[in-house]
């Protein structure tokens, strides 16, 4: 699981002063080993999360129409961009206080960044990974936490007004909500367990998406004469491509959770974090190709893709101690999830485009749960922890969406969701040619 950190920037240099990275002494490699193979580990980890950026960013380019394709490309440069920025200005500090209070300080100059973390200073060797890795790391996760919303109110939020709520969100409410766990807080120390993000990360960006689904209300058509009005979206293999990018990231986003490299036994228990998390995603997709044609007569590719993300959000509170076989399980638990609750949200009449809801909310509360089974946490401390991400968050969210409603509404007008978002917010389309012909 994350660890907190709590090693401050004159420890940490006086550290690799005592640690011989002074001029006159070369440390060896086993004294520096650890150090070099966790940040590595880090910054490995991060760029596979990064890249998952681009698996949302196809995945809902797929799922959308044609029309609306240019703007949630742009919604996912944006968000990435400004939760980048939040997080180095805010977020960070909030999340894992003490750990870099250099923001602000001097415009040149990199000291600050040497910097080992996750010991006690009276422990201190070099031995862990540097500040700047692991800041990269953590970045990764908050901007996936964004993503997550940006799909659920696809096709007739305003994007300035979205883009405001994501400051918000990557910049306060997610630091806040993930210091309770990840930063040594009230529900660390009540026993919650979240290994990489089930509810951290996922139900956090599910419940933020529910409340802007009910406050910004379905779209024009969507649901008529007490009937669901399907809404096909305008390129499938995008989507497949994105679910694909999406499932390679999670490598990096369960396998860097171990946060630790420097030995053989954390290298191998980044192996098990691999293999779990790869067969709790295969048995989520088979499990949804398996129902869809139960259910249907029919095999319904995007629940497919989105039973396989469903598996990958269930393993995440706990991909390291489950057998392969209770990963399978608790994978195919997932896109069982999916199947059922994709019509529930269009019966209760909230619109979720590219079914974030019950991918990151519903599964990512499986997932939650599951850690149970494992020994990991007992089910009260895992409740408790379901039940506080999800009334901050919803609340939180709810409230800021209504303002935004307020201030500067946040649904575009009719004619102009009619028309498209390309065009009304942007002015360019997606496809140009295609809309010509």
Known sequence: MKLTRTLGVASGLALIAQAGMAQDAAPGFDEIGPYIMTTLLFLVGGFLVFWMAAGFAMLEAGLVRSKNVAMQLTKNVALFSLASIMYWLVGFNLMYPGDFNGYLGPIFGTTTWLEPVGLDAADA?????????????QLMFVAATASIVSGTVAERVKLWPFLI??????????????????????????????????????????????????????????????RTVPMPGSNLALATLGTFILWLGWFGFNGGSQLAA?????????????????????????????????????????????????????????????????????????????????????????????????????????????????GSATLGAQITGIIAYGVFTFVASLILWFILKAIMGVRVSEEDEITGLDMAELGMEAYPEFSKS
């Not at 060797?125 to 790391?137: K, P, T």
């Not at 293999?275 to 499990?287: E, F, I, L, R, Y």
Request: overall charge negative; aromatic content about 10%.
């Open 165 to 226: 709520f994501t400051i918000i969100l990557t910049g306060i409410m997610y630091p806040i909500s993930g210091s309770w766990q990840w930063g040594g807080g009230w529900l660390s120390e009540a026993g919650f367990s979240d290994f990489a993000g089930s509810t951290v990360v996922h139900s956090v960006g599910g419940w933020a998406a529910l409340a802007g689904a009910i406050v910004i209300g379905p779209r024009i058509g969507k649901y008529k004469d007490g």
């Open 125 to 137: 060797a070099l031995d862990y990974a540097s500040v700047a890795s692991d800041f990269f790391f």
């Open 262 to 374: 420097g030995t053989v036994g954390d290298i191998t228990d980044v192996g098990r974090i691999f293999a779990n998390t790869n067969m709790a995603a295969a048995s989520g997709a088979v499990a949804a190709l398996v129902l869809t044609q139960v259910l249907y007569g029919k095999v319904d590719l995007t629940m497919v893709l989105n039973g396989a993300l469903a598996g990958l959000v269930s393993i995440t509170a706990e991909p390291l101690a489950p057998s392969l076989f209770a990963s399978l399980l608790i994978g195919g638990a997932g896109g069982v999830i999916v199947v059922f609750t994709v019509p529930l949200l269009d019966k209760m009449k909230i619109d979720d485009v590219v079914g974030a809801i019950p991918v990151h909310l519903f599964a990512g509360i499986w997932g939650t749960i599951a850690v149970t089974f494992s």
